[in-house]
Each structure stands twice: as C-alpha cells, then as structure tokens.
C-alpha cells in the first residue's frame, strides 16, 4: 500500500470535516502522537484503523487506499443505507469542456471494482459532446434487446444522479450495482428502500433492486448507435405493437405500486 496517498487521503477527509487531529484520533479511540505519524506517513496504518477510517467517513475502504482523493469532488460524494458512498470521479480539465469516459463492452466487468479509482477511470477511451450540457456524464455499452427501440451495442450516455431523491420515477437510467451493470426504467420504492427496474420489452421480467446495493445511478441523456437499421424495422405497425405493450406494462407496473403503497 502506498502509505503517503493514504496519509494524504486521510488528512483531506479531516480537514473536510473540520476536525483537529486530536479530535480525529479520540474519534478512532487512538492516542494523537500515533495518529500524528500515520498522518505524516513515517508510520504504518494497520488494518483496522484503516477500516475504521473508512466507517467513520463513510467511504469505502479501496477508495480509501487506492484512490488519490484530491482529483475527486468530496462534495459529490452520495450516502446510500447505513454506510455506502457513490463515489462519482470527477476529473478536471482545466476548466474546458469536460470529457466523457466511455465504458466499453470488454471493461464492464472491470468497472464495478474500478469505478472509484481515478487510474482505471483515466484508463478508459474519452469523447467530448458539447451539446450535452452540464455536469458528469459517462457512456456504458448497452446489450440485448430489453429496452427496444434502443438497439444491441449502442452507447448509452448518463448524468451522474447525485441524490437518491433526484429520480424521477419512470425514467431510464444506468444502474450500476454490487450485480452488474443495466440501463432500465427505474421506479423509485422509498417504503421498501428499493428500486424497480423494468425493461421496455416486456419479456423481461421487472425486478427489485436495494438501495444498499447500488454504486452508481446514471440518467439517460442520449445514446450512440452505429447500427444501421432495416427498412421495416420501425414500420408504423411494428411500433404500434411496442407502445402498445409498453403502455400496458406500465399501467401494470403502476397498480402494483398502487397496491403496495
């Protein structure tokens, strides 16, 4: 572990807060000499001051000793349950149009160990859409069929949703979760503590999802598709069928909700 990021992560958490070192130390129930020289670097953190660290700010632990926290905006950071923090990366680029980093196919698996590492996130391909508008935006590769007319492969553009409160029940949204990663028209279940994911094709079963297990929430903003489309693919009838269905899954979806209010 390199013990300086550590100790310079650890110093910007408490000055974040406000804190003194004394009163971090009494915090982590250890004397302040010992926490002065992990702070310092010229002593070894043992594991479970670290992990105590990391449940005192709320911040996961790998974020914590492998992520240099000075390129990330503190104030983004997002609680979820009883001790998890979305951690959006958020790199600058002196003040210019800030580029997206795209999420291929063969780097998805990697994203949910990666995402609150500024390397990995430095890692992937970049594009810049200028029409895009403020704030964090990220690109993941869309597969299958469940949210047709979307097609198989295309890029899916997301904002960074920063408070759970800011969905809007009904729209889609990039999920990023402890299981994977899916785009899914989300309906938010406060009494549950849950999200429902349903996919438009409605031969895809909708699902829950805990708060607790979520990582990253992503609003739909646009997508890129090379995919060239055949003549009759979105003729009027075929796309009769598919707003007929989904009008009907979502006044399915609605009276369930309805019924568990």
Same mark, same amino acid.
């Given at each position: ?14 000055l974040?807060?406000?804190l003194?070192?004394?009163q971090?130390a ?19 953190i043992?594991i479970?001051?670290?992990?105590a660290?990391?449940?005192y700010?709320?911040?996961?632990l ?9 390129k990330?905006?503190l104030k ?6 009883e001790?998890?923090l979305l ?28 995402y ?9 391909p ?8 403020? /704030? ?9 069929d ?5 097609p ?5 553009? /997301? ?10 029940? /009904?729209?889609?949204?990039?999920v990023?979760?402890t299981?994977g990663?899916?785009?899914k ?7 549950e ?6 996919s ?9 999802m ?13 997508f ?5 489309y ?12 598919q ?14 909700i309805? /019924?568990?209010?």
């Amino acid at each position: 572990m390199n013990q300086l990021k550590i100790a310079r992560n650890i110093k910007l958490l408490r000055l974040g807060r406000g804190l003194t070192q004394e009163q971090l130390a009494d915090a982590l129930a250890i004397p302040s000499t010992r926490y002065a020289n992990y702070e310092q670097g010229t002593r070894a953190i043992p594991i479970d001051t670290l992990s105590a660290v990391s449940s005192y700010f709320h911040i996961a632990l790998d974020a914590l000793v492998k992520s240099d926290l000075s390129k990330v905006d503190l104030k983004g950071l997002m609680k979820v349950g009883e001790n998890r923090l979305l951690f959006p990366i958020l790199i600058k680029d002196d003040g210019k149009i800030e580029s997206i980093e795209v999420v291929p196919i063969k780097a998805s698996a990697g994203y949910l160990s990666g995402y609150a590492d500024p390397e990995f996130i430095e890692t992937l391909p970049k594009a810049s859409l200028p029409f895009i508008g403020i /704030g964090t935006h990220r690109g993941f590769p869309l597969t299958g069929d469940s949210m047709l007319p979307i097609p198989d492969g295309a890029i899916i553009i /997301g904002k960074f949703v920063e408070e759970l409160a800011d969905i809007k029940s /009904g729209r889609t949204y990039i999920v990023v979760s402890t299981t994977g990663i899916a785009y899914k028209r989300v309906y938010i279940k406060p009494q549950e503590n849950e999200l429902l994911l349903v996919s438009d094709n409605k031969i895809y079963s909708a699902y829950t999802m805990p708060f607790e297990n979520i990582l990253e929430l992503w609003e739909f903003r646009c997508f890129i598709s090379t995919k060239e489309y055949s003549a009759d693919e979105y003729s009027l009838e075929n796309l009769f069928q598919q707003v007929h269905g989904l009008s009907k899954g979502l006044e399915e979806i609605k009276q369930k909700i309805v /019924g568990q209010a």
